[in-house]
C-alpha cells in the first residue's frame, strides 16, 4: 500500500526529528509498503495545501502522530479538517501519547478511523494487513476504532521486549539537511546535531506524567554505538541529543554506555535527560569524558512535601548535592521547575525562584517556571477529575488547556489571579536576572576587546 505520513508544523524555526514516525516508516518499508513524508514542519505550509496535496496524489493510508498540548490540540483538528475535506480521503490514522489516554474522544473529534494506543511499530504491521482485509480489525491488539455509532478499544498490546529488534529509523526519508540544524546547549555554529533513542520508558513514576508504558528497556550500548556512527557517517553529526525520558536510568546502565562510546572513539558531544539521585562524581567525570556537555534534570520543585506528593522520588538535599557536583565537572544542567502541585504555595514557589537564582552563573538557558499541567494519561489528571477539578478531557482541550504558561488546573488554595500574579513576579525576577548576566557577559567581552584587543571577537552579532 501507498502511506503518507505527516509531519506538522509547529512553528519552530527548525523542528526535532520526528523519530516515531521515523521508526513507523522503516517498518512500514520493510514490509514492502510505499512510504513518503509530508514534511509541513519545513515548508511550514498552510494546512489547506494537504487537501490539494491529497487531491492530487493517491494514498491508500494517511498517518498522524501527536503529543498532549493545546497547541498540539488545535493542530491536529486543523490537519484532520484538511484530510477530511480531500476528494480522495485515504484511511485515517491517528497516534502518539495525546489521543492514546483518551481514544474515544479523539476519533471522534478528529474523524479519523483508527487510533493507535502506545507502542506502534508491531501494531502498524498487523493493522495494515487488516486494512487490506487480510484480517479483522477487532484482531488487532493496540487499537480504537468505530464500530458503526460505537467505539471498540482493542487489549492492550504487549511491550516490545528487545528494542533493539526494532529497525533503524528511516532516516533517508526524511530532509536530514534541515533537522540536523537543531540546536542544542553548548552546540557551536559548526555542529550538526540529530537525536537518538537510548531506550524506552521510565523506572520512577512522578504523577504528572503521561507516559502509558511501565519500566525502561534499554538498546544495546552496540546498538547505539553503531547508530551513531551510521549518523556521523552518512550525514556528518556531530552532537548527540538522547531522546530518552531517562537516559540515566541507573548508575550501572549509564556507565556501560558511556564506557562503550569512549572504547569506540565516537567524538561527538552529547547531551540527554537526567536524575539527580544518580548524579555522582565518578559518573560524572566518566559522562564528561564520553563527550556530555549538558545534563536536562526535572527537578520540579525545591520543597520535600511537594517532591513527595509529585511522586518524584527526589530529596531537596539530593538536587542540590547533584547539581553541585555537575556544576564540578564542568557539564551544564538544565533545571525545570513547575509550579502548582499539590501542597504549592507562594512560600514554595520562592524556594524554586531562589535555588534558580543561586546556581545560575552561566548563560546556557533562560530559567523560568512554568504551571504544572495534569495532562491525559496522567495520575495528576485522573486525580482532578475525582476532585471535581475538571469534568473530562473535553473540558481539559476546549476549556481549561489554553496555553503552557498559564494555569490549567490550579491545585493550590490560591485563586487563579493570585497564581498568576506570583508566576509573573518570579518569572519576571528570573528574566531580569538573565538580562542582567547577559548585560554583564557582553560588556565585559567589550572591555575584552578593545582593551586587551581580543583577536578572536568576531562580532557582537555572532557572540
Not at 495494515?128 to 480504537?144: N, P, Q, R, T, Y
Not at 563527550?291 to 513527595?308: H, P, R, S, T
Not at 509550579?339 to 535555588?355: A, N, P, R, S, Y
Request: hydrophobic share 35%; net charge positive; aromatic share 10%.
Amino acid at each position: 500500500m501507498k502511506i503518507l505520513l505527516v509531519v506538522y508544523d509547529n512553528d519552530s524555526f527548525v523542528h526535532w526529528f520526528p523519530q516515531g514516525l521515523a521508526y513507523i516508516a522503516a517498518v512500514l518499508r520493510l514490509e514492502g509498503h510505499e512510504v513518503e513524508i509530508y514534511n509541513q514542519d519545513k515548508s511550514h505550509a498552510p494546512d489547506k495545501a494537504l487537501t490539494k496535496y491529497l487531491n492530487n496524489n493517491d494514498f491508500d493510508v494517511i498517518g498522524v502522530s501527536v503529543i498532549a498540548g493545546y497547541y498540539q490540540y488545535q493542530k491536529l483538528l486543523k490537519i484532520s479538517e484538511a484530510i477530511n475535506k480531500s476528494r480522495k480521503r485515504p484511511y485515517y490514522l491517528l497516534g502518539g501519547h495525546g489521543p492514546a489516554p483518551e481514544p474515544e474522544y479523539f476519533l471522534k473529534i478528529t474523524g479519523a478511523d483508527v487510533v493507535v494506543i502506545g507502542e506502534g511499530e508491531v501494531t502498524i504491521s498487523e493493522l495494515m494487513e487488516a486494512i487490506a482485509g487480510k484480517k479483522a480489525l477487532k484482531s488487532v491488539k493496540g487499537i480504537a476504532f468505530m464500530d458503526g455509532d460505537k467505539v471498540k478499544i482493542t487489549p492492550r498490546r504487549t511491550l516490545i521486549k528487545d528494542i533493539d529488534t526494532i529497525p533503524l529509523p528511516a532516516y533517508d526519508l526524511f530532509p536530514m539537511d534541515y533537522y540536523r540544524l537543531l540546536r542544542m546547549p553548548r552546540t557551536v555554529n559548526t555542529d550538526f546535531v540529530m537525536p537518538v533513542l537510548s531506550g524506552r520508558g521510565c523506572t520512577f513514576r512522578c504523577n504528572f506524567c503521561y507516559r502509558m508504558d511501565k519500566g525502561f528497556r534499554p538498546r544495546s550500548t552496540e546498538a547505539i554505538v553503531d547508530e551513531i556512527r551510521f549518523l556521523k557517517r552518512n550525514y556528518g553529526i556531530t552532537y548527540i541529543t538522547f531522546s530518552d525520558e531517562l537516559l540515566m536510568s541507573s548508575v550501572e546502565r549509564t556507565e556501560e554506555l558511556c564506557k562503550g562510546m569512549i572504547k569506540a572513539r565516537l567524538n561527538v558531544r552529547w547531551c540527554c535527560n537526567g536524575r539527580l539521585n544518580y548524579a555522582k562524581p565518578d559518573l560524572l567525570k566518566l559522562m564528561k569524558k564520553s563527550g556530555c556537555v549538558f545534563i536536562n534534570y526535572g527537578i520540579e520543585a525545591m520543597d520535600d512535601q511537594v517532591l513527595k506528593s509529585m511522586k518524584k522520588g527526589l530529596t531537596c538535599k539530593q538536587i542540590i548535592k547533584g547539581i553541585e557536583a555537575t556544576k564540578k565537572e564542568g557539564i551544564a544542567p538544565g533545571y525545570n521547575i513547575i509550579f502548582g502541585h499539590i501542597g504549592d504555595t507562594k512560600e514554595t514557589l520562592q524556594k524554586g525562584v531562589d535555588f534558580l537564582l543561586k546556581y545560575d552563573d552561566e548563560l546556557s538557558q533562560m530559567r523560568t517556571i512554568r504551571p504544572v499541567t495534569p495532562y491525559p494519561g496522567s495520575p495528576l489528571y485522573y486525580h482532578a477529575i475525582e476532585k471535581g477539578l475538571l469534568k473530562d478531557v473535553k473540558d481539559f482541550y476546549e476549556n481549561k488547556h489554553t496555553n503552557s504558561d498559564l494555569v490549567a488546573i490550579n491545585f493550590t488554595d490560591m485563586t487563579n489571579k493570585e497564581f498568576h500574579r506570583c508566576l509573573m513576579k518570579a518569572n519576571i525576577t528570573l528574566i531580569e536576572n538573565y538580562y542582567k548576566n547577559l548585560k554583564a557577559s557582553t560588556v565585559d567581552q567589550t572591555r575584552k576587546l578593545y582593551l586587551k584587543e581580543n583577536a578572536s571577537f568576531r562580532g557582537f552579532r555572532t557572540s
